[in-house]
Structures are given as C-alpha cells and as structure tokens.
C-alpha cells in the first residue's frame, strides 16, 4: 500500500454525473455562428464541392437555410457573397442588390431574431482576388479602405446586424466605423478579424467562395503564423479604432493564440474554425480514422475552453443536433 499516495484526482473521475457535474467548459448551440454563402438568382442550393456538407445558396433559400438553424439554436449567421460580376475594385461588393445585401434582406424577413452578420472584404468581388485595390503587383492599403467602407455601408443599409471586415488592411476598422457612424448606423457593431494568420487553412474556403488570388499570395497583408506576440498589436489597433468584438483565425492551430488574446483584454472574442480544419476532420470521418461527432465536438470544445465566446463553424447545424441529442 501506497501511504504517500493521498492526491488521486480519479476519484473525480468515476461516472458520468460527476464528470458532468465538474465541467467547467459547456458547449452551446448559441455559442455557434454558421457562415453561408450566397449566389444571385432564386431557387438555388447547389452542393460546394470543396466543403462537404455546405452549399451555394440564392437569397430566398439562405432565408430557409437561417430559418432551419434558427430553430436548432444557432441564433447567428455570417454572409460571404459570390457576386455575378467582378472587375479591378471590387465593386460589385456594394451593390445593394449584390447576393448578400439580397440575401441579408430575405433571412431578415423569413427570421427577424437572426443575428445576421456579413463579410466584409474585397477578394470575392476583385477579378484579381486579392483583398484590397492593386497597385502594379502589390495592395494598396489606403487606397482600400473607401472601398471596403462602402461595403459595409450598403450591408448595414440592407438590413445586416454586424458588419465582419476580414481583409486586413491596416485602418479599415476606423474606416468602416466612421463611414457607418456618419450614415446613422453607430448602433451597428463591428466583429473585426483581427488577428487573421496566413496558410495553407483556407485552401476549400477560396474554391468556396471564389475567392482565390490571381497570383502571389496574401502575406503581405495577413500575419506571419511565427508571429505570436503581433496579434496583441493586432487587438490593440482593432479596439482603439472602434471594434466591438475581436476574432482569431484560423481556431485550431491557434489556441494559444486565442488564449493570449483572452487573457490580454476583456472584449468578446470570436475564433473562426476555417475550411481546413473542416475538411481535416470530415475527411479523417470519412476514412474511419475518427468519430465525426466526437471529433467535432472536441474540436469546438477546445476553441471554447481556448477563450473563444463565439465560434465561427460550418459544423454549427450538426454540432447544434449533436448537443441537443446529448442534453
Ligand atoms: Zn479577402
């Protein structure tokens, strides 16, 4: 006999009511917003193939899309639009009848207690697929951010609940405040994509969403992942120019980073589980390597436990059944 053995922390250990009982992390479907990608037209769902799972959606079936989660308890969507028309500025981004303006007026209408939120971002509208206005071969930051502004602007205009600029120039968040600000739309908040790391995660997103650059890459704009310490700088300049709620992407590979931001400032805090992360545990599902569900579920718990308020997921609708099926 052990005499010295006194700390056994299996003892907490045995069933599953005092598991339960000593959680201190718990996952809900309102913790979950779902991103949807919307097209012109009407009558449209077609299946994506590079996101299992996920669809092309016209405004009106989005609106029967956000209806569905809605009544799963996923209480917030975010909107990126493919647009029919793309040229140098993006500016089909802002065409008030643009998918996603069409769109956020459609989810509005179909379920008015939908927190609908919309990508902000010049990469699914530029025939180049860069985020920003080119200059030769490199973005221009300032001459970005006009065009971002009115973006968002038309959004807000549309009807949408929170504006999420994604492109990572340097100010866009000022900007886009200002603009809404001076246009009657201070109530709207701001989700800023703060710290938005460079890589190989959003490989399926870009074949989603259309979106991928003509050529070069986008790590002149977006961060370095050897870089920890620069999401703080990131938070910092984000918060001071007016963002209401700070995100980490991609989630995963990242959860020190998102723990750094937690405990850095007090703003809520949202984690985008992107496209590779997905594909990673759908495809390792669809080999028998893993359980989907467990797999998934651990995956966003651990976003959570990480620091994460909101989590950006195209899990959410399955992860919002699976939750209710285990309460
Ligand atoms: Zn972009």
């Not at 973005?139 to 602007?153: C, G, I, K, S, Y």
Request: hydrophobic letters at 45%; aromatic letters at 6%.
């Amino acid at each position: 006999m052990s005499a010295e053995l006194v700390a056994r922390p299996r003892r907490l250990r045995s069933s599953s009511a005092i598991r339960e009982m000593l959680r201190e992390v718990v996952l809900r479907p309102s913790d979950f917003m779902y991103p949807l990608f919307v097209v012109p037209g009407s009558g449209v769902k077609k299946p994506i193939d590079a996101l299992e799972g996920q669809f092309h959606l016209s405004a009106d079936e989005a609106a029967k899309m956000a209806a569905d989660v809605f009544a799963l308890g996923v209480k917030s969507i975010i909107l990126f639009g493919l647009p029919a028309e793309k040229d140098p500025a993006g500016a089909s981004g802002a065409d008030p009848h643009g998918p996603v303006q069409s769109a956020i007026r459609a989810i509005k209408k179909a379920v008015p207690e939908m927190v609908v939120a919309t990508d902000v971002c010049l990469c699914e509208y530029t025939d180049h697929g860069h985020c920003g206005i080119l200059d030769g071969q490199t973005v221009d930051n300032d001459a970005t951010l006009p065009h971002l502004a009115r973006q968002a602007l038309s959004h807000a205009q549309a009807g949408a609940d929170m504006i999420a600029p994604s492109d990572m120039m340097d100010g866009r968040v000022g900007a886009i405040r200002s603009l809404l600000d001076q246009e009657g739309f201070s109530h709207i908040p701001i989700m800023a994509y703060s710290v938005k790391y460079a890589g190989a995660f959003y490989g399926p997103f870009r074949d989603a969403a259309g979106s991928a650059p003509q050529f070069g890459d986008r790590r002149s704009y977006q961060m370095d992942p050897a870089r920890r310490r620069e999401a703080l700088i990131e938070v910092d300049l984000d918060i001071a120019e007016g963002a209401d709620i700070v995100m980490v992407k991609p989630a995963g590979p990242y959860l020190d980073i998102i723990r750094d931001v937690r405990e850095h400032c007090d703003m809520p805090l949202a984690a985008y589980q992107v496209s590779g992360e997905y594909a990673m545990i759908m495809a390792a599902a669809r080999a028998g390597l893993m359980d989907e569900k467990a797999g998934a579920l651990e995956s966003l718990l651990s976003i959570k436990r990480a620091g994460a308020d909101i989590i950006i997921t195209y899990m959410a609708p399955k992860a919002a059944k699976w939750l209710r099926e285990c309460s």
